[in-house]
């Protein structure tokens, strides 16, 4: 079921064009990766501002409560181009192993956000305003920049996983 | 005698040079696009460019030298076909100048007394540059930008 969805999502005109388009197949790839460039940067600075890396003129409060939207903004704008590269190899990257991995680890940023939002990320708008982060704050950051990490080293491994033989692409 | 580069020989360890790569680069060109989107009154208004810049700069320069340092050993791998290939000569001339551009122009535009008009002007060249080395990363396997 799942599987013939992936099929026909892959064989629609338009993606069956991306996938065999010479120029605009490697510029969404290309896209993808500059607005994790962009956006990655602000994940980044957040969790050392946490870790307390990120020199104390700039409060981490600060930094937690303005980037929290741009970094919404970001996710949308990388996982749309994903989605576009998704759609156009969907079934192939049904079998892609570390995908698969890729989509689990995403599944873990929400679950983190779940536990640690309340705790570290949120409260530290009120709480840590001049003191060092709290141990569980701390955790937070450290946890969320190990995610990250596995998921682009994740992605960075899906193109290197051949296709599987009797793919359907019309 | 001739010595067997190791990333030639594992598929495994080329892989993790490459995650090194992207995330010294996501370092470098995410800190340093804090930076132009805050010139570009775009986000953290409360702080001021030159606090953000100093804040980053050491982040910035760190994943710089990350992804020059990766950026040699996987071209350590084939030397030869990547001199040859019009993209990957393209985005080193862009990287010389990006770098010089971040360690000049846009050091000064943080500073304070600087025109909004100014700071706005090198922030986009700087998004623009940074953007365009990422892509021509990604053009390279295809050497994209070898026209004719």
Known sequence: MLLALLQWIQNTGVFAYLRSSAYLYPVILALHLSAISLFGGMIVVTNLSLLGWIPRQIAPAAVIDGLRVPKRVGLIIAATFGLLLFCCKAEQYYYNTYFRAKLLLFALVAVHALVFRSRGYKRSSEAIQAQPPNPQSRLGAALSLLLWAGILTAGRAIGYVPAPPGLHFL | ?148
Not at chain 2, 55 to 70: E, N, P, Q, R, Y
Not at chain 2, 124 to 129: A, K, R
Request: proline letters at 4%; glycine letters at 6%.
């Open chain 2, 1 to 148: 005698m001739a010595v067997e580069n190791p990333l030639n020989l594992s598929e495994f360890d080329y892989i993790v040079v490459e995650c090194f790569h992207i995330a010294g680069f996501v370092l470098a060109v995410g800190m340093t696009a804090i930076v132009d989107f805050r010139l570009l009154g775009l986000i953290l208004p409360k702080q001021t460019p030159q606090q953000l810049a100093s804040a980053t700069a050491l982040w910035v320069a760190g994943g710089l030298l990350i992804s020059i340092f990766t950026g040699f050993m996987l071209f350590s791998v084939d030397p030869d076909s990547y001199f040859s290939n019009v993209t990957f000569l393209v985005k080193m001339i862009c990287l010389c100048v990006a770098i010089a551009f971040n360690y000049t122009i846009h050091r000064k535009a943080v500073l304070p007394g600087v025109t909004p008009r100014r700071g706005k002007i090198t922030a986009c060249i700087s998004l623009v540059l940074w953007i365009w080395i990422v892509c021509c990363g990604i053009f390279i396997a295809n050497n994209l930008l070898n026209i004719g």
